[in-house]
């Protein structure tokens, strides 16, 4: 059974992120800026993937839990929630994003206590809020398969039909681990990026987002933030983590791009800028 939890009418701004990814000095900047804008818990999202490629699983799922806003169960909750094999993450068997996720998913696996994992198993696949008289629906992938890639490029019809599943006016989805905006026809899909990963922009920003309520509508914001990407980089080769990923920290550039379609492959390495989209138009 899906399980779902509805925040209700968020009437200030909202800050949106994913994919912390382990990375403990990117959660605690992220936190630190929820703490600088007067945003707190209550207004607080993450799609998911709270650990994955970088060195400090518990830790960061010490600080996300105790921080206390609300989070989507993303592929990597799923699966170390319940215990399994493999990250769950939809790496075509093979490739070198499959082949570098058995050494971190072990990592993390071994790594986390049965705590943290009970957490994971117990999070919530959808959560759904209203903001500005509008229904929205945050979740990790796509609305039924939790690791569905959906990116910028997707045909609209892919996003239309997944908002139509869900029955809401707007998603905040995650797992791409790229930010965009697209509107779908009169509705939006939201994807905030990751805040453990770069976005392949070969700069080492991360990206979170502001959702913010105003008279005529909604503005989506996306934002990048800075942190000490050497200490985190430092940690995971210290821990006989990828090398790809840790070096991915510094160049901002991911080790594989066998997920990406076309045109986000042929937008490696051009910094992405900061984003403000009205909703309505
Ligand atoms: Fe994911």
């Given amino acids: 059974m899906t399980r779902l ?49 970088c060195a ?23 699966s170390l929630g319940s215990d ?6 939809g790496f075509e068997e093979g490739t070198a994003c499959d082949t570098l996720s058995a050494q971190w998913y072990a990592y993390a696996r071994q790594t986390l206590d049965a705590d943290a994992k009970k957490w994971m198993a117990d999070l919530p696949r959808r959560i759904t809020f209203t903001m500005a008289g509008r229904r929205w629906a945050a979740i990790h992938g796509g ?11 997707t045909a609209e019809a892919d996003l239309a039909d997944e908002l139509d599943t869900a029955g809401v006016e707007g998603i905040v989805a995650g797992h791409c681990g790229l930010p965009f905006t697209r509107h779908v026809g009169t509705r939006l899909w939201h994807n905030a990026g990751v805040i453990g990963l770069p976005a392949n922009d070969g700069t ?13 509508g909604i503005t989506v914001e996306q934002r990048s933030l800075e942190y000490d990407h050497g200490a985190a980089a ?9 090398q790809g990923y840790a ?30 989209v009205s909703w309505p138009r």
Avoid at 10 to 27: C, I, K, M, R, S
Avoid at 84 to 89: M, Q, R
Avoid at 248 to 274: I, Q
């Fill in 84 to 89: 399994a094999d493999d990250c769950g993450c």
């Fill in 56 to 78: 400090d699983a518990q830790a960061t799922v010490e600080r996300i839990r105790g921080a206390g806003m609300a989070v989507v169960q993303g592929n990597c909750e799923e």
């Fill in 247 to 276: 070096n991915a920290l510094h160049s901002g550039l991911w080790p594989s791009l066998d997920v990406l379609p076309a045109a986000e492959r042929k937008a490696t390495g051009r910094p992405l800028a900061a984003r403000s």
């Fill in 143 to 153: 609305v039924e398969r939790v690791n569905r890639f959906l990116f910028a490029s």
């Fill in 204 to 216: 080492p920003r991360v990206w979170y987002s502001l959702l913010t309520p105003g008279t005529k």
């Fill in 5 to 53: 939890l509805d925040l209700g009418i968020l009437d200030g701004p909202v800050l949106v992120f994913g994919g912390p990814y382990g990375n403990l000095e990117a959660t605690e900047v992220l936190l630190a800026e929820a703490t600088s804008l007067g945003i707190g818990p209550s207004r607080i999202l993450c799609t998911g993937d709270v650990v994955a490629y």
């Fill in 234 to 242: 430092r940690k995971m080769v210290k821990r006989g983590l990828p």
